[in-house]
């Protein structure tokens, strides 16, 4: 089954700066790979996704890049601020019935000002 | 207008009573699930039905029994409760069939067992 590595555990950040956070794949069929935002005390809400057929997608101050070839993808925060201090998940499924979002063990945020 | 909503909040219970989870969508997904979230923020898949038909079972003891009597609930019940079992539990619904691989969870169940 899928396996999803994520690192780092946790990261903490200046205000303005740049956040990365990297996770890797095991399932080399798995084709959709979504970023969740937890903030403290309520549900994972969904921030951007990509799917395989592209490497790289953008929303604002967030990006997300896919390499299928090394089964790595990442998000890339801009200019930090500190609403952007949360729990952030990465995870992976297939595009086929009977599987579910696997997801990577979360990023604590924390974004100081 | 909750689109996915799940009771009770909280659930404080001693050890070795049975409790249950109630979880209703109401965005017409085929596909509902059940997550849980350990201490260390880990969210793991226990169960999935698509369209009350169960597809998913992780390696979850027996003592945790999903039922689904239409397509649009998905409810938890746990038979003699442990310590270990203290969690937050996310009901969760997406439309795989459409592309709509999307989960749109509930908003959690905290279980502590005492």
């Known amino acids: 089954g899928e396996n999803v590595e994520q690192h780092p555990s946790t990261l903490s950040v200046q205000e303005g700066d740049s956040a990365v956070i990297k996770c890797t794949y095991s399932d080399s069929a798995s084709n959709y790979f979504p970023w969740y935002k937890q903030e403290l005390g309520k549900r994972p809400q969904l921030i951007i996704d990509?799917?395989?057929?592209?490497g790289e997608k953008k929303d604002q101050r967030i990006a997300v890049t896919l390499n299928k070839t090394a089964k790595h993808f990442s998000l890339h925060i801009t200019e930090t601020q500190p609403e952007d201090s949360a729990v952030y998940f990465c995870a992976a499924k297939r595009d086929q019935a009977g599987t579910a979002l696997i997801f990577g063990k979360g990023t604590t945020l924390s974004v100081s000002s | 207008d909750t689109a996915v909503s799940q009771t009770p909040k909280y659930l404080v219970t001693q050890m070795g009573n049975d409790k249950s989870i109630k979880c209703e969508q109401n965005?017409?997904?085929?596909?509902m699930y059940w997550y849980k979230q350990d201490s260390k923020k880990f969210l793991k898949i226990m169960f999935s039905?698509?369209?009350?038909?169960?597809?998913i079972n992780e390696t979850v003891p027996n003592r945790f029994s999903p039922k689904s009597p239409d397509k649009a609930h998905l409810n938890l019940h746990i038979n003699s409760l442990e310590l270990g079992d203290s969690a937050v539990y996310f009901c969760a619904s997406s439309q795989p069939a459409r592309g709509g691989e999307k989960l749109f969870f509930g908003s959690g169940t905290q279980l502590s067992v005492l």
């Open positions: 039905y698509n369209n009350k038909e169960l597809i």
């Open positions: 990509i799917r395989s057929n592209v």
């Open positions: 965005l017409g997904h085929d596909t």
